[in-house]
């Protein structure tokens, strides 16, 4: 919300950048920059983009890139690994990125009995 919050959020994008396991080859500059340069980033966009580039711009269930032109938008949302209605945990380290079809294919499983389920 505040420029501190925005610097907090590049040190932590800074991180993830010298992380070996992060595949930068995927994503556009021009995509970088633009949400740079959003002065007035939600929390929710906050939240998406860690958790975006925590993942390196891949969804876990599909394995297909997530483009930050469309990670804003209602073809992706914030999923929790273990149901919120199961563990009550809210906290960023049960939370990922994946696109909408699968978080309400996925309902109220965990990530583990959704994958062995359906592959």
């Given at each position: 919300?505040?420029?501190s919050h925005?610097?907090i959020?590049?040190?932590y994008e800074?991180?993830v950048?010298?992380?070996?396991?992060?595949?930068f080859?995927?994503?556009?500059?021009?995509e970088i920059?633009k949400?740079?340069?959003?002065p007035k980033?939600s929390?929710?966009d906050?939240?998406r983009?860690k958790?975006w580039?925590?993942?390196g711009?891949?969804?876990?269930y599909?394995g297909e890139?997530?483009?930050?032109?469309?990670?804003?938008t209602a073809?992706?949302?914030?999923?929790?690994?273990?149901?919120q209605s199961?563990?009550?945990?809210n906290?960023?380290?049960?939370?990922?990125?994946c696109?909408?079809?699968v978080n309400q294919l996925?309902?109220n499983q965990?990530?583990?009995?959704?994958i062995?389920n359906?592959?």
């Open positions: 919300y505040s420029p925005q610097e959020l590049k040190i800074e991180g950048y010298q992380n070996p396991n992060v595949r080859d995927k994503v556009s500059e021009d920059t949400i740079r340069k959003n980033p929390h929710n906050i939240t983009y958790l580039l925590e993942q711009y891949i969804s876990p599909t890139t997530i483009s930050l032109s469309r990670l804003f073809d992706y949302q914030i999923e929790h690994i273990i149901p199961r563990y009550f945990d906290s960023l380290s049960n939370k990922i990125i696109e909408s079809e996925k309902g965990t990530a583990y009995e959704f062995k359906h592959g």
